[in-house]
């Protein structure tokens, strides 16, 4: 069934913001007035039990008829499931379970957060240590780095003229109507915003402020069917509960907003169709009391008929009609009494996706929040850090210092110690005033013996310095120059290096404008896709504000629209001196439209009802015949001219490359003799290094046939010298040997 998109459940507070059809507008669903029963059992059930479990299935409906109800609890009060409990407090219990869960992951993270905000807000708890009420002031860092982000962000995303939402620029050659509907869109919008409601802008400053201390801030963009407008309206952190390991809104499971009604509005609830059930909601048990204004209190406030009721109201998925896909739901749980008073669902029928068979195979949930964030955390999750996480610590440690040496300045001030007993003095009356003399019944010496100060010693230097450190290091993190807080640079300092030091400390507040533009953008997209499902509210608008506005006009994708923010959050020093440089430069040129740079300049210097200063070109008179002709002959004489310029043209380019041949020509001839010449030069070289290298081979194979020949005489002369020495033993040996035979001879001779 195709369903018109004006009968969507809209993007609310809470159900109440449901648009109210009568009863003709449901069709009939086969099912008795009490409602949607439990889930499915697994086993077929037998003929006895089949009529009670048809009347008690709910897999039949329709996704686009879920779409038409404004509470689906009151088809699914009092049914239960198989195993016989209450399909509502199944609901209640899943849910509930899973905000605990949700809230365990962020515990640590809202510790932080109130911390940051204690330091923010320069909160003095009263001390007892190291005496009651002994310092305990706190230093304004984080204080002062908020309010510094807040002054220039405000100014910057929200501008003078109300030009919150503008068009986007678009590329020449697309159709001029894309223009003309995305500006009328952007007036339109903007007139929303800033002009019906009235509490956005007030809306967004409570969120720059709160943004810069603790990292994240939320927005819900939804439709006010009792008031008839869109509205946005910030929640604060503790009241929106999301996983804290989510590393985006779409992406989260769970995301519960914490609302909070009076008796009297609850009971306006019940008596709208139910919108919320009609049960016993009981008085309220709980308050959120502000601990640190309960502790001077004697006695904690009552509970009486100005506490509120708490609710959640979680935009989860949940299995509606038992055929194993969860769709996107919308489930308000009263957290006293732990009841389900509300169920819708939280997507179109244009977000439903089947294939050819009819099979659901995704359904698209519609996104009533936008998350913005100050500084991305880095572990990646979508709760950011601000000045609470970062300058905390710091901020810490400097309170500490501070208060050392305030209660050291108070001990050495105000002395203290020890009094003997033999002293007559009353104590009753010890402390002096101003200019006051006590008698005493002692003498100077007795005074003098009977009385010892403490030793103490004035404030150490040391620790001024260290706080100083501190905190020059804290304004350092934040970006927070002197010359930002207004304080003036030295006389001697040049203008461009004051300059310099300005764009430097807004580097960090840049990069926080953009991701606050990228909101922005999601929240104008939001708005967007809620007027196209309101032609109705379009139409009254138009008529109200009388700008030119109609619902065909927002058949436009969402991108045809941007913020009117700046996001490079320059001041107007530096518009203007873009402006300046523009006008001097740029204008000369003849390729800018001198109105259209007016148009800018006026626009982005937030001139107010600019559009009445701004005087359109008058327009053109009909022409002179005579002076028509004589521009004809001016234009016949310059076109002779120019085909004359472009014969001469022509011939010169013709001799241009006739030289240009001849140069070629020369320079391949030089190139070829200087081709000749080195291929010379390299035979000539070639030539001589075989040359040496030849006579260096000669002279090698001389040397060595020169050692051969000495080495041979060599070996000649050995042998001859062993052969001589042979010989000479050899005639030695013989020498002796006639001798002995002569001695011999003689012997005998001498004894005969």
Known sequence: MALDPSMMPMMQQDPSMMPQPDGSEFPDFGMDTQGFPGEMETEPPSQEEAPAQEENNIGHMELEQMILHTNLAKKLRNKKDKNGNLILDVMARKVLDGIILDEQSRADWIKETEEAYKLALLIAEKKTYPWPDASNVKYPLIATAAMQFSARAYPALVPSDGSVVKARAIPNGINSMFLDSSTRIARHMSWQLMVKDNAWEVEMDKLLMTLSVIGSMFKKTYYNVIENKNCSYIIYPKDFIVDYHATSLSGAYRKTEVIRYLRNQIEEKVRNDEEFLNIDYGEPSSYEYDTEKLENADTAPSINEATPHIFYQCHTFYDLDEDGYEEPVVITIHKDTETVVNVTVRFTSEGISANPDGDIIRIEPVEYYTNFTFIENPIGSLYGIGFGKL???????ADTLINMLIDGGTINNLQSGFLSK???????????????????????EELKGGIYPLPTKEPSPVLLQLAQMLIQSGMQLASVAEIMTGKMPGQNTPAGTTQQAV??????????????????????????????????????????????????DYALPPYSIIPGADPTGDSSTVKQQKFVWVMQNLMPLGRIDPGAVTQWGLEFMEIPNWQKMFV????????DPNMMKAQADVQATGAKMQMEQADRAQEREHKQALAALEYASRQEKLNQQREEFDMKR?????????????????????????????????????????ENRAMHEQKMQQHKETKAVKERSNKKQGGK
């Open 391 to 397: 300058l905390g610590p710091i901020n810490a440690a």
């Open 422 to 444: 033999t002293l007559r003095l009353n104590m009753t009356n010890a402390r002096f005033q101003p200019g006051e003399w006590k008698i005493v019944n002692a003498t100077g």
């Open 503 to 552: 764009e430097q400390s807004m580097a960090v507040f840049t990069a926080v404008y953009k991701r606050v533009y990228r909101g922005l953008g999601e929240e104008y997209r939001k708005l967007m896709y809620m007027n196209r499902l309101h032609p109705s509210l379009i139409m009254e608008e138009a008529q109200e504000s009388g700008l030119d506005i109609s619902p065909q």
């Open 616 to 623: 359109a070109q008058p327009p053109q008179q009909p022409p």
């Open 682 to 722: 390299r035979d000539e070289f070639l030539k001589g290094r075989i040359d040496a290298v030849s006579r260096v081979n000669k002279a090698r194979s001389d040397a060595r046939e020169r050692n051969m020949k000495s080495e041979a005489n060599r070996q000649e002369m050995l042998a001859k010298f062993a």
